[in-house]
């Protein structure tokens, strides 16, 4: 159970930092907060295969 957490964990961080990285480099604007983005959404689409693949449950 404490391995499903630690899981869980790290996939928020990686969450958190790709979004802090989506608008530092400028791919999705301050307009886009609230909005639905393909951008973001493969970008977290791929953060989260790509920890899982390393890191199956």
Do not use: E, Q
């Not at 404490?2 to 802090?20: K, W």
């Not at 609230?34 to 295969?49: E, G, N, P």
């Amino acid at each position: 159970m404490h391995f499903d957490l630690v899981h869980a964990a790290v996939i928020v961080v990686a969450l958190v930092l790709t979004n802090i990285v989506l608008k530092a480099t400028g791919v999705v604007g301050d307009d886009d907060t609230h909005r639905w983005s393909w951008k973001r959404f493969l970008a977290y689409f791929v953060v989260v295969a790509v920890i899982n693949i390393v890191w199956p449950m």
